[in-house]
Every structure is written in C-alpha cells, then in structure tokens.
C-alpha cells in the first residue's frame, strides 16, 4: 500500500531519479513498470516479498558505481541481487529501494589455468566457472544444490557451501580478490591474485557480508584440478543414529571425504517419488552417501577403510560407483532433494542451521520431537561432515496461521542448533530471516562491533538495511520483535 | 633523546599511571626501569629499535582490558607483543609507548579431541600446540621457522606462515574464533567453534591486523590428524631455475605437496657450515625439499611422480626418506637457515616477498643481478610452492651506510615482485618495515577503506601506531618519506 502511495504520490520525487539511471544506464537498463518490478519482490525465501521502486541492471563496474552514486546522492535505499536463488532473504527489497540486479554482469573476464585463477562478473552462474575450465582439467570447488542457476556475486555475499565444501571449504575460500563498489559509489580492490596480501583481509570481511558493505563487480576465484579418481559410496541404515555415527567415525579416522551427506526416510521417499533415481532404498531409515577423491591409490584405499567404517556401524548395504554416469546418477536425488520437497508438500520451508558433529544423533532425536509437538513433517538432508543440518518443514500456506507455526518451529529449530554449540546458519546467510535471532548468538558488545564495521562502509545505512543483524528500526517492527520473543521464550530442554 | 627528556620531565605524568598498572596487574607485572626494558627495545626485526615508556604483563583477559582501558583514558599509545620473534617490527614500540607483553599467558586453556579444537592464551609458545595432542594422533599446521620460540598471539597478529602452508594454508585457516580486547577496553568474542559463523567474518579480519585493532587475548585453534605417513624428498640441481621449474611441474601434476622449499648455494654452504647436516650437496646450485602427507599408498604414489618430475627437470641426486629420525635431519638445514645467515655473515636481513610461482625463475634472476649491483650476497631460502621468497642480504652494520644501503636493496625487491604481480609480504607482516610501501601495492581509496576500518575500532589511533600502513603522520618523517622516494624512483625494468 505504501508502495502504491509512492507511485501515485510521488513520481515527481522518482522522475528525476528514473532519468539519471537512464542516463546511466539506458533505457532498457532501467526496469520500473510495475507488472515487471513483480519478478524481483523475493528471493528464494518466497515467504517475504516487497516489491522494489525500481530496479536497474548494470553491465560494468563503472555503471555498478554510477548507480550507487544516485542511489547515495538522493539517500535512496538499495538492495544488490544475484540470480535471487538465495534461501534467506538477502536479496529481499525493502520499502521503496532501488534494487541492483547483476543479471546482465555474466562475463568471463579471464582464464588463468597456469596460476589457477578466473576472474568473472557476478552474474556469472557457479557452474559456468568448472564449465570453462574443466576441459583442461580444472573445476571451482564450491558447489550449492543450486549451482545450475545461482551466480557467483550471490555465492559471494552469502559465502555459499554445498556438497563438496566439507573437504575444500566454502566460498570464502576459493575468493582472492574482489573489485568492488562501496557504498559512497567509490571502486576499491581487494585482495588479489596472490593469497594472503598484507593489510586487512577485506576480502574475507566482503565474502558472507550479504550487500550490506558494497557490491563485487569482479571477483577472482582459485580453481583446482580435477582429481585423478572420484568414487561415491552409498550406505543405507535402519536408524539416523547409525549413519550419523558412521560420519564422525570416518572423520575420526582422519578420512576428509570431498562430501558426506545425509538423508533421512522421508528425504529419500520424496526423492524417489520425483526424481525416481531407483537407486536410494525406500525403507531404510537413513542413507549416507560419501564421496571420496584424489589419486586412485588413495581413494581406493580409503573405499575400503570407510566401507568397514559403515559395516561396524551397522549398514546393510554398500554400493558404490567410480564412473562418472553411475555418481551422477547416486548424487541426483540429493541434489533434487529440495526440489522433491516441493512436490511432497504444497509448501517447505528449508532451515540452515550448524551443529558440532558430535551433537548430530542428539540434535536430530531433538528436531523429530519438534515435528511431532508441531504437527508438522520434517524431512532431514543435509551436509553430515560439516554438521550442518538442512531440515525441510513440510507445510500448506493456504491453511491460516500455517507459516507462522513453522516460522516459530523454525526458530525452535536454530536454537536447538545455537544452544548444542552451533550456529544459525551454516551456508544461507542470515538476510531478513534470522536477523532477530543475532542476538542469541552474539553478546550486544559483539553486535555493535559489527555494526561499527558496517558503519565505516555504510555510515548511510543505504546498503541492505536491516539485513544480517538487526537495526533499532528494524527490530522495533513488530513481527520480529515477536519472533524473537518466542525465541527466547521457548522452553527446549 | 626524548625518551629521556620524558623520564626526567615527565616523572609526574606517569606517577599516577604506573600506580593504576599496578593496582590491575601487581607491582611485578609492570616494568618500568631503563636496564629491563632494554628488552623490549626491537622485536626480531633489530635494525630498528625503540625503548617503550613502561611494559605491562597481564595474565588474564581482564588485566589486558583494565590496562587498555588505562592507555585510552590516559591517551596513551600501546603496543602489543608476543614472543618478539616477528621480522617486520610489528611489536617494535612507538615513542612514549606503553607495550602490553602477553608472556605470562602461557595457559592452554582446553584441549577438545573429539572436535580437534585447542583454546590458548596468546603467550602459548606455537610449538607447545602441537606437543599438547600429538599423543593423540594430531597437530597444528602453521609451523614458522621460529615456531619454538614464536608465540600464538604474535602469529595471529602477523597471520604467519611456514613450510606447511602450501598445503593446509597460513594462519587465518587454522584460527576458528578469538576472544579480543579492542582498543576502547571492551571484551568481544568474534568466530567461534564452528566455521563460517554468521555475521561479518571479524576473525578473519583480526587476524594479520597486526595489533592496530585490538589484542587476542583467547584463541581457538583447528588441529588436524596426524597424516598415516609422511615422506620427505632432496633433489639436487646444478640450476636455481631447474628446482624452480621443477615446483612449476609438480604443481601443474595436481600434486600438492605439505611442504615445497629451495635453498640456493649460498644458503646450503651457510647451513652446511653452521648446523653440519651432512646432507646437502655443497655443489649444488639449488636444493628442493619436498614433504608429502596422507595415506601410505598415496605417499608412495606421489613419491614416484615426484622424483620423475625432478629427474625430467635435471635432478642429479634424490633422496628420500620415511622414518621421523632421517625426515627431522633433512628438514634441519632449512630450519637452521636464517640462524646460519647469522653466522656466516655479521649482519642479516631477511626480505619476504610474494610471487606468482611461475615468475621464480626471472625473479630470481632479477635477484641475483641486484645483488652484483648493490655488491651483497644474497641467500635465497624460501617457500617456492607459495612463490613465498625470503632473500637474506648479508651485510655488516658497521660500515657506515651499510644498512640504508640494504634496506633500499630489500625495497627494490620487493618492486620486483609487486611488478610480477605479487606481494610486499608473505608471512612476516608488514609492521614498521615496510608500511611505506604500501601504497605501491593499493590504491590511495584502497588505503583509505583500510584507513576506516582502522578508525572503527581504533578511533583515537592508540593500538600500534603507524603500523601495516602509513598515517600522515608516520610518512610524514624524513626516512620514511625518503624510503618511498627510493622505492618509486628505483628503474628495474
């Protein structure tokens, strides 16, 4: 409705705006009608939506900073937006904000195989990165279920995961430097092409900051080579504790798999239902596939060891494949897991939450008594070696009051996580979804800290507002405030 | 001079300061009398020295707040230190200073196994780390040259490297959270257990920040398993470039060893005179220390490929060896290196640079020809899979000029190696040594952002002053200005 206002009230306040970012950006670089502005009112959180005032999309750094010049110069709020492929509402709009869309950035800007490096825009889509280098035995490590459509500026401001991130790290790992436009509209560098430069690793603080210090207009990743030998291993239990163990006694044994995920019965049903793969056992409790690389020498060796691993645990079956066919065919139905969810369940919602591997049969025994207390179904796939756990709520928003228990639920969800020593987000960001949990986490000296930091970038308040931990304003809103209240009141132990 | 004038004039000034210390820290945690700071005058970089106006001792994370807490109603600057090994005068003091000495926090604070974390107070020696759970089966990875007399704390600071980096990364990798002082006196915990924690990545801000922004006063450290077998090579070469193409190859192989050193003539005939190993060939133009970790089969798979590389690029002689006792002999000369320089020649400087692995050779050439020039010997030692160079000028402070003329040479090296695209530091820090040349490396608003980043935690500019990068104030002085001027004018190409 506010929105409306503004169309209606105040076109002569945008008017002006409108013809500067067209100046900038063109014409068709500058998107403002309202039936188009309906694309960009939410990310992959589709439970929160604003529509945007406008949205511009940039080609070049230049235009990047040309448009958050106007943005600063009119005290415009903007918000920085990828393939919008994200989990947890970073890139959500907020009330009558420019939104800066990456879409068109989708260049490759250099191959460097002899130093391992590609520098790329942030439009550029994950897997494009492995595609241009992978004929000369190259790929980019971090690998997010979304990988066919989620870019890599996105991957930036979230500090994306996946799969392969229990042995190679997540994205902040593979980052060496960044180009990146701050929020007063200046270009600055930093990081770049050899690891560890001197000065403060700004590269790290940008990686995971969500938009709420600048926008990378160019980014310098490290790939690697491909392993001589890949070999995934599937592993069906009759109980979730079993397979759980089998993780942390393959860890224990100081075996670094490249992934090891988990999924739980209802996980594997869904996935069987959509994705048919015909190869993830309806009635077992738990599957646990473990992926294993380096030299062949190596991985064959290690097949052994975490196969005996699994048996001692009680498996009942082992299969496993080295061919490339065969472990694409064993990774399908995780990879589609999300997507299965949504064919189960008129609606789901997907928790990211981190816990100490140790805590895993724990925890989980925890979750499932919250579904029951709840009434809701909870399917359990996640990333088992690193601890972090990927609960799909099962729900229906057209029930009344449904997605507001399974926001509560969710909540109950993340303070189990936090209170067994974890964290409230493994890989999506906090964004507009966990903003109000922060202070669960992190003492209110802590907090400021970090507001301090986003201060200097952002003295404004221009980049992102509200975002990653709350603001005075934005938690005096009254559906975080209750939120957070049933956070803290909620009595889990 | 001054430092005198502020004894004699000043005594009322620091009466009623030192009798605050004292009341936080006891009568022994604080030094104030001329002949026992003498001590704290230099840190390892010897060239420059300055005497602090008094040195507190904490113990506790609460005494470290309380004499911050002094220094900022006081007005006064302060500097931390460590274990005083560091080579690029991060803990050399500043006129009138008060430094914060953490060698009385030698507690190691927990020791989890299960979840491989080590918490330390920041005077816990490196190597004491690794002695805490080897018994178990683990270790701590970064492994300066000087890691047992270097100090947990001071490697944070200076974000510190060594011979294993090149596989399991530098520092930063390995610290999970950090309990900090930031220079207003508050406690803040930043990071934590699990990696990628939400929120701005401060840990990895804080660490390699060198003490401008505050004192680690907790640190969690990452252990790693104890690889099932190590192995370490020595091939010898009658070239510098054939050990350096040799790197280049094992490399592009997607061999990635734990280690990867060379060492040129000069540097094995200083080693083999001084630690007697016995085991580098005093003819060869370069030797190439390679370890490989991981599991037996792999070990002695990469072994294989290893040697045929070095023999492909000329290797005349390698050889192995597996059992601790042999591996511990090969790696003594390399440890021994910067101690052997101290032998053979009156005076030192080691230079750390950064280059893309495959600029070694030119580099290196380019090395070589400044050396005839300027009419030094240099020693190169260094980590050649990081392209990590540390040249050691020998030369003798008592020929009047002598040091400025050496200090010039360690500039133009470091031009040669931003010019190849590198970097002016790999592991030693920037600190007071080289905080000039920074801006040959960033951009004046590159600087700046750094510059705000600084201020937010550090708003009366009291942490380390005119470290990592250079104020008005500190490039103002004539040495430092005149060191840039050099640096710039110097014609390499």
Not at 25 to 36: H, I, M, N
Not at 140 to 153: F, T, V
Not at 266 to 295: F, H, M, Q, W
Not at 344 to 373: C, H, M
Request: with cysteine.
């Amino acid at each position: 409705m506010l929105l409306r206002k503004i169309f209606n009230d105040t076109d002569s306040k945008w008017k002006p705006i409108i013809q500067e970012f067209e100046a900038v950006l063109g014409r068709d670089g500058v998107v403002r009608r309202k039936d188009e502005l309906l694309t960009y009112e939410c990310d992959g959180l589709t439970a929160y939506r604003q529509r945007p005032a406008v949205v511009v999309l940039p080609r070049t750094t230049e235009q990047v900073a040309a448009a958050v010049k106007i943005c600063d110069r009119y005290n415009l709020p903007w918000v920085a937006r990828g393939a919008g492929t994200g989990l947890s509402g970073g890139a959500l709009p907020v009330e009558d904000c420019v939104l800066i869309v990456t879409a068109r950035m989708k260049q490759i800007l250099d191959v460097d195989l002899e130093n391992q490096r590609v520098v790329v825009q942030p439009g550029v889509i994950n897997n494009w990165v492995t595609q241009a280098v992978s004929g000369a035995g190259f790929y980019y490590a971090p690998d997010p279920s979304s990988q066919i459509i989620c870019s890599i500026g996105g991957n930036v401001a979230e500090n994306s995961g996946g799969v392969h991130c229990l042995k190679y790290g997540v994205t902040t790992n593979h980052v060496m430097g960044l180009k990146l436009v701050i929020p007063d509209g200046s270009i600055i560098d930093v990081g770049g092409f050899v690891p560890e430069m001197p000065g403060y690793d700004l590269t790290g603080l940008f990686v995971g900051s969500e938009g709420t210090l600048g926008i990378a207009t160019e980014i310098t990743l490290r790939i690697l080579k491909t392993p001589e030998s890949i070999c995934v291993l599937l592993a069906d239990f009759t109980s979730i504790e079993a397979a759980g163990s089998s993780v942390a006694d393959i860890i224990s044994a100081g075996i670094i798999p490249a992934g090891m995920e988990i999924m739980d019965n209802l996980s594997i049903n869904a996935v069987e239902d959509v994705a048919k793969t015909n190869c993830y056992p309806r009635d077992a409790e738990a599957i646990l596939l473990i992926e294993l690389d380096g030299l062949e020498v190596e991985v064959a060796a290690n097949k052994k060891r975490v196969a005996e691993i699994c048996q001692k645990n009680g498996a009942r079956n082992i299969t496993s494949a080295n061919d490339p066919e065969t472990r694409l065919k064993l990774w399908k139905g995780r990879k589609a897991a999300f997507a299965a969810a949504g064919h189960i369940s008129p609606n789901y919602f997907v928790q990211d939450g981190v816990i100490p591997r140790t805590q895993l049969a724990r925890v989980l025994k925890e979750i499932n008594a919250l579904s029951e207390r709840y009434g809701y179904r909870i399917a359990n796939v996640f990333h088992a070696g690193d601890g972090n756990l990927h609960p799909l709520v099962l729900y229906d928003n057209s029930v009344p009051g449904a997605w507001e228990q399974v926001e509560k639920l969710g909540g109950e969800i993340l303070r189990l996580c936090v209170e067994a020593g974890g964290s409230l987000s493994g890989e999506h960001g906090i964004g507009a979804d966990k903003n109000c949990y922060m202070p669960y986490m992190f003492s209110e000296v802590d907090l400021e800290t970090m507001q301090y930091v986003r201060d200097c970038f952002n003295p404004k308040g221009l980049a992102n507002p509200g975002k990653v931990f709350p603001t005075p304003r934005t938690c005096g809103e009254a559906a975080n405030a209750q939120k957070m209240a049933q956070f803290k009141e909620a009595e889990l132990f």
